[in-house]
C-alpha cells in the first residue's frame, strides 16, 4: 500500500487545520491506520489509531479531547481533525497502515503551530 499524506501548514495557537493521508495500491480496509509525529530532536511519537471498520479509535493523552481520527473506507482515506493546536504539536505528521504485523509509512506533513 501506498500512503499520501497532505493538509500540514502554518497555524496559529489555537487553530485548527485537518490531515488526510490516502492510500493506493492495495484493500484500504484491511488495514488499520495510525498518524505519528515527529518533533525537531525528538522521536517520533503516537498520536491516534484508528481500526479497520472506523469502530475504534485511540488516542495520546496529548492529544484527547483535540484530536479526532477518523476514515473513509469508500475513498481510501484517513483523516485527523486537529483543534485547539498547540505550539507543541509543531512536528512532521505521518500517517502509518498496519496489517497483521506489517507497517507502511508514508511521507510527513509539517505542521507547524505559532505562538
Known amino acids: 500500500v501506498q500512503l499520501q499524506a497532505f493538509g500540514g501548514g502554518l497555524v496559529q495557537a489555537g487553530g485548527y487545520l485537518r490531515l488526510s493521508c490516502a492510500a493506493s495500491?492495495?484493500?484500504?480496509?484491511?488495514?488499520?491506520m495510525g498518524w505519528f509525529r515527529q518533533a525537531p530532536g525528538k522521536e517520533r511519537e503516537f498520536v491516534a489509531h484508528?481500526?479497520?471498520?472506523?469502530?475504534?479509535?485511540n488516542y495520546a493523552d496529548s492529544v484527547k479531547g483535540r484530536f479526532t481520527i477518523s476514515r473513509d473506507n469508500a475513498k481510501n482515506t484517513v483523516y485527523l481533525q486537529m483543534n485547539s493546536l498547540k505550539p507543541e504539536d509543531t512536528a512532521v505528521y505521518y500517517c502509518?497502515?498496519?496489517?497483521?504485523?506489517?507497517?507502511?509509512w508514508g511521507q510527513g506533513t509539517q505542521v507547524t503551530v505559532s505562538s
Open positions: 502509518n497502515a498496519r496489517q497483521m504485523l506489517v507497517l507502511y
Open positions: 495500491g492495495s484493500t484500504f480496509s484491511n488495514y488499520a
Open positions: 484508528i481500526s479497520r471498520t472506523g469502530s475504534v479509535t
